[in-house]
């Protein structure tokens, strides 16, 4: 297998001002990637649903890494689940068919733990992707993410373009998301167990009835 020696990519990484996008940028210097080779979208001045935009960002890009999403917790999911499969659709497929188009070396797309069918054995197995629907309040989010790993195997069988996606467990950490309207549930319990400590509190109220069980 291959190195790619990172200093001399031109690097885009799309959604790279976000939580997971700071630390793979990190990660990126670590590895030895030229800082002035680094490009970052932000949705304000690239809206990566239309077309011509993802055109734009991929030009003269040797190596993308797409973490751009419309996403949030359950909250978000249920209040708006047509938003979340439109957008990060047309996100995802336009700018890997614009990668592919551009002639770009590498694509790596980041996946959701929410792509995995209701009832999987825990913990998670990549080969259980496919044995079921997913949980209803996920579902338009990780279906449109899991849509983009067949358009990737699809561009690599038929025109061999150097595309894989990468399937990440429940995220947390510096710099996440606490916003109680739109957190993912490790960051809102965290905040829940800290407001508690704070006023006193000898219990924490949550979301469900006890019995889901989750891989962390």
Request: hydrophobic share 40%; glycine share 10%; charged share 20%.
């Amino acid at each position: 297998m291959t190195t790619l020696d990172l200093s001399t990519q031109r690097i885009l990484v799309t959604g790279g001002a976000g939580f997971l996008g700071q630390q793979v940028i990190e990660q990126l210097y670590d590895r030895g990637a030229h800082p002035d080779k680094i490009t970052v979208t932000r949705s304000a001045d690239c809206d990566l649903r239309v077309l011509e935009n993802c055109h734009r960002a991929v030009e003269n890009q040797d190596v993308i890494v797409h973490l751009a999403a419309h996403v949030g917790g359950i909250g978000l999911n249920q209040l708006k689940p047509a938003e979340l499969f439109y957008d990060n659709l047309m996100m995802g497929t336009q700018l890997i068919h614009a990668a592919y188009q551009a002639g770009v070396g590498k694509f790596v797309c980041v996946g959701t733990i929410c792509a995995y069918p209701k009832f999987t054995p825990v913990p998670f197995k990549e080969e259980d992707l496919w044995n079921g629907y997913p949980e209803e309040t996920n579902a338009p989010y990780g279906i449109a993410k899991k849509a983009l790993l067949v358009q990737l195997q699809s561009y690599r069988q038929q025109y061999g373009f150097n595309g894989i996606y990468l399937l990440p467990v429940n995220l947390y950490g510096p710099a996440d998301n606490f916003k109680p309207e739109s957190s993912h549930v490790i960051p809102a319990l965290i905040r829940k167990v800290h407001e508690a400590q704070i006023a006193g509190d000898k219990q924490i109220q949550v979301w469900g009835d006890g019995s889901p069980s989750r891989e962390f």
